[in-house]
Antibody, heavy 129, light 108 residues
Framework: EVQLLESGGGLVQPGGSLRLSCAAPGFTFSAYAMTWVRQAPGKGLEWVAAISGSGGSTFYLDSAKGRFTISRDNSRSTLYLYMNSLRAEDTAIYYC??????????????????????WGQGTTVTVSS | EIVMTQSPASLSVSPGERATLSCRASQTVSSNLAWYQQKPGQTPRLLIYGASTRATGIPARFSGSGSGTEFTLTISSLQSEDSALYYCQQYNSWPPITFGQGTRLEIK
């Protein structure tokens, strides 16, 4: 069964850092684009970042550029989100989600062609003093 | 950035009836649109991609239509378990990927 298992959330002070992880057993991890999506308390879904199957291409929400880094270790079937200079407005549940078939560095049209078909349970990040 | 606008914000429908949810894009997204369902306290679930293709395991009473800037999610023969938030998402022009603000569906 395809599963995504996030970890690493917690309470952090403004300006602090966190590393989120998403373990992805059950499928050929390296062949798929992956995405982080967040949901602030009582709010809707917000796309944060995406990465190609090889990890060679990455994309970010404007407010995350320069502060967040998405990466992956295909040998460990694990996705990461490194978050620095955290702000109160980054407080949210962070979900990792599996995208489309994207072995290597594929065209953008492949990242979401089948939607985000598997989601993790989410990990909660709270930025507060 | 493409802005996705969903309507109505909420609706209440009786069991067995049909619900129609709308999603409008601020510019064309072709058929690069997905719909997700999120129940309280749960993870989003993919319902529809490519505007009209049901995801694996999604019942046939969920259907999507539209292209360009106007899209519809129709849920026929509503059941109590369909009570949820529904989001549309465009993936035609990105980054960023953008979601609508959601429609809350209540089953009376």
């Amino acid at each position: 069964e395809v599963q995504l298992l996030e970890s690493g959330g917690g309470l952090v002070q403004p300006g602090g850092s966190l590393r989120l992880s998403c373990a992805a057993p059950g499928f050929t991890f390296s062949a798929y684009a992956m995405t982080w999506v967040r949901q602030a308390p009582g709010k809707g879904l917000e796309w944060v970042a995406a990465i190609s199957g090889s990890g060679g291409s990455t994309f970010y929400l404007d407010s995350a550029k320069g502060r967040f880094t998405i990466s992956r270790d295909n040998s460990r079937s694990t996705l990461y989100l490194y978050m620095n200079s955290l702000r109160a407005e980054d407080t949210a549940i962070y979900y990792c989600a599996k995208g489309g078939y994207c072995a290597g560095d594929c065209s953008l049209k492949f990242y979401y062609r089948n939607g985000l078909d598997v989601w993790g349970q989410g990990t909660t990040v709270t930025v507060s003093s | 950035e493409i802005v996705m606008t969903q309507s109505p914000a909420s609706l209440s429908v009786s069991p067995g009836e049909r619900a129609t949810l709308s999603c409008r894009a601020s510019q064309t997204v072709s058929s690069n649109l997905a719909w997700y369902q999120q129940k309280p306290g749960q993870t989003p679930r993919l319902l529809i991609y490519g505007a009209s293709t049901r995801a694996t395991g999604i019942p046939a009473r969920f259907s999507g239509s539209g292209s360009g800037t106007e899209f519809t999610l129709t849920i026929s023969s509503l059941q109590s378990e369909d009570s949820a938030l529904y989001y549309c998402q465009q993936y035609n022009s990105w980054p960023p990927i953008t979601f609508g603000q959601g429609t809350r569906l209540e089953i009376k």
